[in-house]
């Protein structure tokens, strides 16, 4: 393997990724069909989208809107005249025999995105409507199947494609560039930068060119990722691949590669198109658009919080550490609910442990999603307020977690019906403590002999013995007296 990692260190990874971001709009890009997902096949459908003769495109205005978000989330001139253009070929699931995209005026020109400190630029990002889908039928899988179905459900349903320059030099930051415009498109409420159900669909070319050479070698494009990692294990592999031919004298030849992740390899898929094959041309049923400053001055204002100025917002409004906020940034759905719940309480270091912990931890355990919880921002402060006033011990709290995610019940409630109040009377706990002492004379005499480790223990055994609902601080002082005796 030692040859292999000279090999590595003597060649520059080059990568540039073409995402296509589904957009999350009522209706598809050129008719009226709804675009939820799960319908009945071929239910959202209509002669416009089914590219019967005789009808004419409309263009959606939501999905102009969320494209101009985008560009201008990540940086992008937006143009001030933009048009439409057809990309002709052949394929079952395209029913027009052309797709509607752009060619040489996208809405998005040149911008960037900052990942690991550093500026990665975009090309542009340009509209276009999406196919269908084939369903491969009969016998189990592709290979074996003996006839495929179409659903153009998806046929029409818009699409933005964000292209980025080759400025891209490892896997690592590859993966770390998807993630980031993922999460902003998920921040824009555009998309739902879901990729094991295809709402975001990443592409990497690849390339590899020797250290220190200014000229880009020829790369392969991949297909298939249906995860973060898979692009980057894909890449990696890819990487390996073009070396291995390189070394052994050989050329890379330019092609789209489809990856599969349960092999951890990728095969040729076909010989990559070039502009040329397509004959784009204008696309004639649709009038270029003027996009005045005015439109877009109007979304610059109605712009929701990117993650960097909620990350920048958490610490500074909170005085939330580095970490807890990026994590609170990383899972919107978290960082929205701690922003709610910090309304009802001013304790934000407790509201992050109990978000980031045990409520995560269960959640995971129950292998449910935020959204599927009972448990309200509202509930979530009112139970810490009650750990503060030691209404509740800690250990009582966590075991409320449960309850609260799975019905929604108050803490109160919850401490009410399974009388899980803390004790704090001294007298009670007292009782409790001497039991405690009582039942175990053999450990008692241990500890006054000089054990004192066994201090834990007694404690314990009277938490225990309370079923968790001892004031745990009176337990330590009254035990300790008691011991001592
Ligand atoms: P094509 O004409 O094959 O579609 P483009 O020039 O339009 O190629 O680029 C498509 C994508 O490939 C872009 O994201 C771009 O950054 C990237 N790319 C272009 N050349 C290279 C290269 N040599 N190595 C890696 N990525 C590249
Ligand atoms: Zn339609
Ligand atoms: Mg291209």
Redesign the pocket.
């Known amino acids: 393997m030692a040859s292999a990692v000279a090999a590595q260190t003597k060649y520059e990874t ?5 995402i296509h971001v589904q957009l999350k709009t009522a209706t598809k890009l050129f008719c009226s069909c709804p675009t939820r997902f799960g319908a009945e096949q071929n239910r959202n459908t209509c002669p416009i989208c089914l590219g019967n003769p005789g009808v004419l495109p409309v263009l959606n205005r939501q999905a102009v809107d969320f494209a101009i978000l985008a560009g201008l989330a990540l940086n992008c001139e937006i143009a001030p005249l933009t048009k439409f253009d057809r990309k002709q070929y052949f394929y079952p699931d395209l029913p027009k025999g052309y797709q509607i995209s752009q060619y040489d005026r996208p809405i998005c020109g040149m911008g960037y995105l900052e990942v690991m400190g550093q500026k990665i630029r975009i ?1 542009r990002a340009h509209l276009e409507e999406d196919a269908g889908k084939l369903v491969h039928a009969g016998a189990a899988g592709l290979a074996g199947s003996t006839h495929s179905l179409v659903d153009l459900n998806r046929a029409g349903v818009p699409l933005l494609e964000i ?6 030099r490892s896997s690592e930051q590859a993966r770390a560039y998807a993630e980031t415009l993922r999460n902003i498109v998920r921040y824009l409420g555009i998309c739902d930068g879901n990729l094991e159900e295809g709402s975001l669909r990443c ?5 590899i ?1 020797p250290m220190g050479a200014t000229e ?4 392969a ?1 991949l297909k298939n990722m249906n995860s973060f990692r898979s692009i980057q294990r894909a890449i990696d592999y890819e990487v390996q691949r073009q070396i291995e031919i390189v070394e052994s004298g050989e050329r890379v030849v ?1 092609e789209s590669r489809l990856w599969n992740d349960a092999t951890g390899t990728s095969a040729p898929m076909r010989s ?4 040329h094959d397509y004959r784009y041309f204008p696309e004639p049923d649709l009038r270029p658009l003027v996009i005045p400053v005015e439109w877009i001055n109007d979304l610059k204002a109605k712009m929701p919080e990117l993650p960097e100025q909620r990350l920048a917002r958490l610490k500074d409004q909170f005085g939330l550490s580095d970490y807890d906020a990026s994590v609170l940034v990383e899972f919107k759905e978290l960082g929205d609910f701690f922003d709610e719940a910090a309304e009802y309480t001013t304790h934000y270091k407790a509201l992050t442990n109990w978000l980031m912990g045990d409520i995560t931890g269960y959640l995971k355990s129950s292998q449910k999603k935020l959204e599927d919880s009972k448990l309200t921002p509202k509930a979530l402060a009112e139970m810490i307020a009650m750990v503060d006033s030691s209404k509740i011990s800690t250990a009582i709290a966590k075991k409320l977690i449960p309850d609260m995610v799975e019905t929604g019940k108050s803490a109160e409630a919850l401490v009410e019906e399974q009388g899980l109040a803390q004790v704090s009377d001294e007298g009670e706990i007292r009782k409790i403590c001497e039991q405690v002492i009582a039942d175990n004379p053999d450990n008692v005499a241990q500890f006054r002999a000089g054990k004192e480790k066994l201090f834990g223990f007694f404690v314990g055994q009277a938490m225990k013995l309370s079923r968790g609902k001892a004031n745990p601080e009176l337990v330590n002082r009254l035990m300790g007296e008691l011991l001592k005796q």
């Open positions: 080059v990568i540039g990724l073409e090309t292209v980025s320059e080759p400025d891209i592409d990497a070319n690849v390339s060119r880009y070698g020829t790369k494009e330019q990559k198109e070039e502009a």
